[in-house]
């Protein structure tokens, strides 16, 4: 039903400010930057998925969803998007399964040059979700990916992929029946870690991750999931690493991560929605000596 993370899109209150703060963090410029319905957008297509970065603008319905977010929540993650090959079926199956959804309908962009983008999305309810804001996407409508962003200071120094986005659940039995039995994301670890005071739920959903996060502390409860951020994939993270911090980003110490064979360090603040990790998965051995 489910064949990837289509984009994740991330409510903001000034579109310039953040799309320069997310073109300089990744390191690559946005692909597309207008929009439509009271809100401006901009995109930044990784191989795997896509950041919408969106501010509201002016009059529209779209916009004022946004307003309402950030009023309740500020700014940061505002959904998930999944892409799925048959959205129809897939609306109709959710809907059998006890999930909410809207019909699918069209969705259009126009580029601030006049082109316009169009596809098509279904919101699924919040309350079934356990309280995320999911959308379910349809892939293009002609068939073509959009564009890859292009690097503004080499391949080398900018993210390549989206490595994992983050869930904090107060109700992990909750995020298995919605996420893995309704939506069918592939569970592939469910561990618990005294230590950390966690359970961590991983499903994998294309080539990115989403990781549900619970706290061993305190009881479960039917409070809402919420956004624990998003962590970045890199080739080379020393270089990445290097270019941030010249740029005058709050960044920790290159290290060892807890995944055997990573290399992680965390942006703290600078944009919308960080902290962020940026990680490099199979780090060479070489490397993880030089991290410690």
Known sequence: MISGLDHVALAVRDLDQAQVAYARLLGRAPNWVGGDGGARHAWFQLPNMALDVIAPSGEGAFGDVIRAHLDAQGE????LAFTT??????????????????????????????????????????????????LLTAPPRDGQPWPISTPTAGEAAAVTELDHVVVRTPNPERALAVYGAKLGLDLRLDRSNPDWGARQLFFRCGSAVVEFGASLKTPVSDAPDSSGGLAWRVDDPAAVHARLAADGWDVSDLRKGRKPGTQVFTVRAGAPGLPALMIQQGAPVASQETAR
């Open 76 to 79: 940061g993650v505002w959904a």
């Open 85 to 134: 090959p048959d959205i129809e079926a897939a609306v109709t199956l959710l809907r059998r399964r006890g999930v909410g959804a809207t019909d699918p309908g069209p969705v259009r962009s126009t580029h601030e040059d006049g082109r316009k983008r169009y596809w098509t999305t279904s919101t699924l309810d919040a309350a079934t979700t356990g309280g995320m804001n999911i």
